[in-house]
């Protein structure tokens, strides 16, 4: 037989496939190496330190980082878990509930988040706690956050729903369960992977939003992101590193368990 | 934009719940429909109110935003109005700049993801995992390390100069290539993920026929892939050029007063000194129509189309 040329192989693409990757982690592995320089200067290397860690932890800055971190995470925790619940009951009723009056204008405000610029979000939403008389601070930041994740955690949910089969939940209510038993006995922990990577998701959205936090926050209540959009406007410090990698750490973390939750969840699937 | 839609195949078509579709459906009309779409609503009404100084409105009726947004009539607003181009300006450099990053995810994310989709099944999900681990990294830490690694005397430059590739450290930073090269490292997955999916799906066999026609491998790319993996590309387009139209992030940290994009002339309308509610409402509405043009056309195409 004749060498055969592989159809899928086209020269160059490799390359490119690795530029692709060094341009993405380039920037992330250079700023996790310079956060452990002993130098004051981020331009001169000084050798290795955890300075800007203890910094971070102990510095002038750190009781403003450490209420800002606290703010984050409860926002985070809260909103995703409140989008969750949000979006596993819209999940039910786009997936589990046939037709029923406005399920296509339902459809289109999950999607709505997505569409809608973030700017245009931010602005609406400061425009709009503004005109309510809504005092801007955490509850506004919350609400906000609870708002734009829904889209998220309703993603992974819903496609977990459309792929369990509701024959259990019939077999269910055969045998006499209710709705809410059927739905709280069955669906609920066949659903559990998708429910848990919906608020991951969710949780990450609300850790990683900077511009509509700016815009609702109101004086003196600060996130992550806005505390560390200060303090990078009067330049890059060291200490900005250290918080940095260890954002990215957390993130890199949770993004992991989400994808080994998925792929326990495919594996069961191809089981059942 | 995203998700399946509401009848989608298979057991989604079940309908043991039945009855109780509306009720489960109040949060997130309570939540998306009160506090998004209203505001939304709210903030195209404030764009003809009259402004207040030091921000906020009075409830006047004036088309006095668009005005200023579109016309020149002076400094005592008393001459023939002249078309300004002030900021029809920045949201023409908006769209371009949006749209060369479009083309930067495209040239450099439709290699990568075919040369994904074509790896063993197994090895797949782990190259795509890699593609898209930094996107979950907070955004404001992706842009700042960006601008750290390509500043004046930063990393990238000494690098260079220490390999004798240039003799004098790259200005990148403050630049059009630098706001480009942030909004590509920001939106890169929604480009990759979609054109995976549409690779994923193609079937060699046209690779085959085309080959036993004496074809090339960049005549097939050309005439026989391309059309066909389109659908993956526009969608990837789309997901990548919308979200970079608005950037804020990207154009503020890495370029400067030179690259001024729409975001950024947002939200000081409601941050500087400068601020002018009205004017920024109707910029947000203006961008707002731009976008939802953009998804109209797209969707049209879609169901015209068919599938």
Redesign the interface.
């Known amino acids: 037989m004749a060498a055969k040329?592989d159809?899928?192989?086209?020269t160059?693409?490799?390359p490119?496939?690795i530029?692709?990757?060094v341009?993405?982690?380039?920037?992330?592995i250079?700023?996790a190496v310079?956060s452990f320089n002993a130098s004051t200067s981020?331009?001169v290397w000084g050798g290795w330190s955890l300075d800007w860690y203890r910094d971070v932890f102990t510095g002038p800055e750190a009781p403003k980082f450490r209420q800002a971190a606290i703010n984050s995470l409860v926002i985070a925790v809260s909103a995703g878990a409140a989008a969750t619940?949000?979006a596993t009951?819209?999940a039910?009723?786009?997936?589990?509930?046939?037709?029923?009056?406005?399920?296509?204008a339902?459809?289109a405000?999950?999607?709505?988040?997505?569409?809608?610029?973030?700017?245009?979000?931010a602005?609406?939403?400061?425009?709009?706690f503004?005109?309510i008389g809504f005092t801007t601070g955490l509850a506004t930041i919350l609400?906000?956050h609870?708002?734009?994740c829904?889209?998220f955690a309703?993603?992974p949910i819903?496609?977990r729903?459309?792929?369990?089969?509701?024959s259990y939940?019939?077999a269910a209510?055969d045998l006499y369960a209710t709705?809410w038993q059927?739905?709280r006995l069955i669906l609920l922990p066949l659903m559990a992977p998708g429910i848990l990577s919906g608020f991951l998701l969710a949780f990450?959205i609300s850790?990683?939003d900077?511009?509509i936090t700016n815009?609702v926050k109101g004086a003196g209540v600060e996130t992550?992101?806005t505390a560390?959009?200060g303090s990078?406007k009067q330049g890059?410090k060291p200490n900005?590193?250290a918080i940095?990698t260890l954002?990215?750490g957390v993130?890199?973390v949770?993004?992991s368990l989400s994808?080994l939750i998925g792929?326990v969840g495919q594996s069961q699937q191809k089981q059942t | 934009?995203?998700?399946?839609a509401?009848d989608?195949?298979?057991?989604?078509?079940?309908?043991?719940?039945?009855?109780?579709?509306?009720r489960?459906?109040l949060?997130?009309?309570a939540?998306?429909?009160i506090?998004?779409?209203?505001?939304?609503v709210?903030?195209g009404v404030?764009s003809f109110l009259t402004k207040e100084f030091r921000g906020?409105v009075t409830w006047d009726f004036t088309l006095a935003a668009y005005d200023q947004f579109f016309f020149d009539r002076g400094l005592f607003g008393d001459e023939p109005p002249k078309i300004e181009w002030t900021y029809i300006g920045i949201f023409w450099r908006s769209i371009w700049q949006a749209g060369l990053a479009t083309l930067m995810c495209l040239l450099?994310?439709f290699?990568?993801a075919?040369?994904?989709a074509?790896r063993a099944p197994r090895a797949r999900?782990a190259w795509l995992?890699?593609?898209?681990?930094?996107y979950?990294?907070?955004?404001?830490?992706?842009t700042?390390?960006?601008?750290?690694?390509i500043r004046d005397?930063?990393?990238?430059n000494e690098f260079l100069l220490w390999t004798g590739a240039i003799s004098e450290p790259l200005s990148l930073v403050n630049t059009n290539f630098a706001v480009q090269l942030g909004l590509?490292?920001s939106y890169?997955p929604f480009m990759v993920l979609p054109i995976y999916a549409a690779v994923e799906r193609y079937d060699?066999a046209l690779?085959?026929a085309a080959?036993d026609l004496y074809a090339g491998?960049?005549t097939?790319?050309r005439l026989v892939i391309l059309p066909v993996v389109k659908p993956g590309i526009v969608a990837g387009s789309i997901l990548v050029f919308?979200?970079s139209?608005?950037a804020?992030?990207a154009p503020d940290?890495l370029g400067g007063a030179k690259t001024f994009m729409?975001?950024s002339l947002?939200?000081e309308q409601?941050k500087g000194s400068a601020g002018n509610?009205p004017f920024?409402?109707a910029a947000?509405m203006i961008?707002?129509t731009i976008?939802?043009g953009v998804?109209l056309i797209y969707a049209r195409n879609q169901t015209k189309g068919g599938r």
């Open positions: 040329t159809l899928r192989r086209f160059g693409f490799l490119v496939t530029l692709c990757l341009v993405l982690y380039a920037p992330l250079v700023v310079y981020i331009t619940i949000i009951a819209a039910v009723a786009m997936n589990r509930t046939g037709a029923f009056r406005g399920k296509t339902g459809f405000l999950i999607n709505l988040p997505l569409m809608v610029p973030e700017v245009v979000t602005v609406a939403s400061l425009v709009f503004t005109a609400i906000a609870i708002t734009f829904i889209p309703y993603l819903s496609a729903m459309q792929s369990v089969s509701d939940e019939q209510m709705p059927a739905f990450i850790l990683d900077f511009l815009f992550l992101p560390i959009f990078v890059i900005i590193m940095s954002m990215l993130s890199v949770l993004v994808w792929r | 934009m995203a998700g399946a509401p989608g195949a298979g057991a989604s078509r079940s309908e043991i719940y039945r009855g109780n579709g509306f489960l459906m949060p997130v009309w939540f998306i429909g506090f998004l779409l209203l505001p939304v709210l903030m404030y906020g450099i994310g290699p990568t075919w040369f994904i074509t999900s995992f890699l593609v898209t681990i930094p979950w990294v907070n955004l404001l830490i992706r700042v390390s960006m601008k750290f690694l005397n930063g990393p990238l590509f490292y890169l060699f690779s085959e080959a491998a960049w097939t790319l919308v979200p139209l608005g804020f992030l940290l729409i975001g947002i939200e409601f509610w920024g409402a947000s961008l707002l976008v939802m998804l």
